[in-house]
């Protein structure tokens, strides 16, 4: 059974920096990319980033703009969302899933963490 525990979320101030953590485990297949992605009260959800296990191949959504950096750290399975330059409209619940395809849509991934809560405040 594939799990997904996101972590790093809380509240920060506006132009601070967080960095939220995805750990997984459970995974019967050698490949797979994970995927962010966020939503915000009232919002649907959108994808951020997401990076192959394997090559660490990354992928960014439009709006991202170089303030969010997505990395993984093969041996501890876990993969990263750096987000710098933190803005009120960036509060959100985080989630990270899995998908053996790639991109952004958010049917495209089978199994998904319970997310971790994102506030920042002006």
């Known amino acids: 059974e594939v799990k997904l525990v996101e972590s790093g979320g809380g509240l920060v101030q506006a132009g601070g920096s967080l960095r939220l953590s995805c750990a997984a485990s459970g995974f019967t297949f050698d490949d797979y990319a994970v995927g962010w992605f966020r939503q915000a009260p009232g919002k649907e959800r959108e994808g951020i980033s997401c990076?192959?296990?394997?090559?660490?191949?990354?992928y960014y959504a439009d709006f991202v703009k170089g303030r969010f950096t997505i990395s993984r750290d093969n041996a501890k399975n876990t993969v990263y969302l750096q987000i710098n330059s933190l803005k009120p409209e960036d509060t959100a619940v985080y989630y990270c899933?899995?998908?053996?395809?790639?991109?952004?849509?958010?049917?495209?991934?089978?199994?998904w963490g319970q997310g971790t809560q994102v506030t920042v405040s002006s």
């Open positions: 990076i192959r296990r394997s090559d660490g191949s990354a």
């Open positions: 899933a899995v998908t053996r395809g790639w991109g952004l849509l958010d049917w495209q991934y089978n199994d």
